[in-house]
Nanobody, 122 residues
Framework: QAQLLESGGGSVQAGGSLTLSCAIS????????MGWFRQAPGKEREGVAT???????KYWDSAKGRFTISKDFSKNALILQMTNLKPEDTAMYYC????????????????WGQGTQVTVSS
């Protein structure tokens, strides 16, 4: 059974950068669709970015041009590089895995991590 552990969150000023990492045990990252999602207080969980078994990527509009999702095969981890952060990016960020290669825009994933907090101040 997969376990996912996010790290790398923190507090930054607007315009700053952070890199989130999600270490996975129980599965290898390479063949599966994985994604980053976030949830701000009082709001529903929303998508950020996904990467599929063929390394194809999808980004929600809020992340396009600022965030980059990737897989680190040497560490069996999922990475999210975030630049030009804005106060509206403040949220708990979660990684997730679904046991198929293709990604969709759905938030229906098989396993989720516990999340890492990102706070962006203006």
């Amino acid at each position: 059974q997969a376990q996912l552990l996010e790290s790398g969150g923190g507090s930054v000023q607007a315009g700053g950068s952070l890199t989130l990492s999600c270490a996975i045990s129980g599965y290898t990252v390479s063949p599966y669709c994985m994604g980053w999602f976030r949830q701000a207080p009082g709001k529903e969980r929303e998508g950020v970015a996904t990467i599929d078994g063929g390394l194809g990527t999808k980004y929600w509009d809020s992340a396009k041009g600022r965030f980059t999702i990737s897989k680190d095969f040497s560490k069996n981890a999922l990475i999210l590089q975030m630049t030009n952060l804005k106060p509206e990016d403040t949220a708990m960020y979660y990684c997730a895995i679904v046991l198929r290669s293709a990604c969709t825009w759905s938030l229906n994933y098989d396993r989720w991590g516990q999340g890492t907090q990102v706070t962006v101040s203006s």
